[in-house]
């Protein structure tokens, strides 16, 4: 059997919920939310702030390790400084004596594209010529080294006095006097062209100390070539 839908009396209904209004008969306003960009932003700047630290450690780190290697550059010369001071200096070198060549006067030697011919040498002149414009007076001795000289090669070759060197028995070399030469009856003075198969003469001056003794002279096709040396004695 249905019962009939009837309210309780005694029973009380919840009322209904309106939404608060103000006095003025209004709601209240919803608030506003944070705005999250200004917190992006100080995270960003935060980590270029570490990362700058960051890296500024990195480049002092090679400085100071350059110091400290041109600190340890400077110590080794320290290190040898005692040495110095003991007094344990080197003699000095002399100069090599001359060595005994093979090759003797009157024997033909090569160098390059010349044949040489070495024919006399005389020594112990104080002076050379008759000219007074021309005429040279030693220093020391003037010696004399005559010799002939034969291109072997297929083509002009260049000769120059200046190229040869006189040797004294202490081994110091001396260059040629080539204004003291314009004094002697030579083929070549100061530089000539020799053709191919052509042979010259050639007298070489040289102003030595009156005690030098000449031992040997040492030939040269050129400036650059290796050179052949003739004994003198």
């Known amino acids: 059997m249905t019962m009939p839908n009837h309210s309780d009396p005694q029973v009380q209904q919840p ?7 103000s006095a003025g008969g209004f709601a209240p306003p919803e608030p506003k939310k944070r705005k999250k960009w200004p917190w992006i932003v100080g995270a960003f700047v935060a980590l270029f702030v570490v990362t700058s630290i960051a890296g500024g450690g990195d480049e002092d780190e090679p400085t100071a390790t350059a110091s400290r290697g041109a600190d340890s550059g400077n110590a080794a010369p ?3 400084s005692p040495a110095a001071d003991s007094g344990n200096a080197a003699p000095p070198v002399e100069p090599p004596a001359a060595e005994e060549s093979s090759a003797t006067m009157n024997m033909p030697v090569r160098d390059g594209k010349f044949e040489f011919v070495v024919t006399g040498v005389e020594a112990g002149l104080t002076s050379l010529g008759d000219n007074p414009f021309l005429a040279e007076d030693a220093q020391g001795q003037f010696v004399i080294v005559t010799m002939t000289v034969s291109n072997i090669a297929d083509e002009p070759k260049g000769l120059s006095p200046s190229n040869q060197k006189l040797i004294d028995a202490q081994g110091r070399s001396f260059s040629p006097d080539t ?14 062209e020799i053709n191919p198969g052509n042979t010259v003469t050639m007298p070489l001056v040289f102003d030595m100390p009156v005690d030098a003794v000449p031992s040997a002279i040492e030939l040269h096709d050129s400036m650059f070539s290796g050179g052949v040396t003739v004994s003198l004695r």
């Open 15 to 21: 009322a209904p919920q309106y939404p608060m209004q």
């Open 179 to 192: 204004a003291a030469a314009l004094n002697l009856d030579s083929d070549v003075t100061f530089w000539d």
């Open 78 to 80: 320290l290190a040898e």
